[in-house]
């Protein structure tokens, strides 16, 4: 008898609360990561016009056509532009600081239309696009510095100061359809 040994148990691990462990901790990780979306280009577009209501008369001095072709090339009225050029163009074409008669007449009568071809490629499209919109972000910039002394981010959302700045430079930018090329 002495001779026959006990066989020991293993101890063994409850595992009837892994699953719920698991679960807990799927839910905490869904409800604290941020994912991130793509917020796309910010534009604001404007109501569907009336068909029977004729467009707003455009003096041809006051609008910059900006055309994006098929190859990527940037065409600033008719001249080949470079990307990094359309941001200068479009401060001097708006603001006319020298009052040249090839420019616009006021900031008020400025005009921006874009058009491209529908194989134009995107990244040419929203770089160009971005130097627009930053045309416009400097020009505003630069007004309210010498109004306010500070930049027009800093200024409150719809304040009368923002309200002001933006009268001074609206963005009448007009993107047309892309051709069929």
Not at 13 to 22: K, R
Not at 140 to 164: I, T
Request: a negative charge; aromatic letters at 6%.
């Amino acid at each position: 008898m002495l001779d026959k040994k006990k066989k020991k148990e293993e101890p063994e691990i409850n595992g009837s609360s892994l699953a719920d462990i698991a679960f807990l901790l799927l839910i905490f990780f869904l409800v604290v990561t941020t994912i991130n979306v793509d917020a796309g280009i910010g534009l604001v577009l404007p109501p569907i016009p009336d068909e029977t209501t004729p467009p707003p008369p455009v003096r041809d001095r006051n609008l910059l056509n900006i055309l994006v072709d098929a190859q990527g090339r940037v065409l600033m009225d008719g001249e080949i532009a470079v990307i990094s050029e359309v941001r200068d163009r479009v401060k001097e074409f708006v603001d006319n600081p020298n009052n040249s008669q090839d420019l616009s007449e006021s900031p008020d009568d400025a005009v921006v239309s874009i058009k491209t071809d529908r194989r134009t490629p995107y990244n040419v499209y929203i770089n160009m696009l971005d130097e627009v919109m930053g045309a416009y972000a400097e020009l505003r910039n630069q007004a309210s510095q010498s109004r306010f002394g500070v930049p027009y981010e800093s200024l409150e959302d719809d304040s009368v100061e923002q309200d002001e700045i933006n009268e001074l430079y609206p963005k009448r930018i007009s993107i047309a359809e892309p051709d069929e090329g």
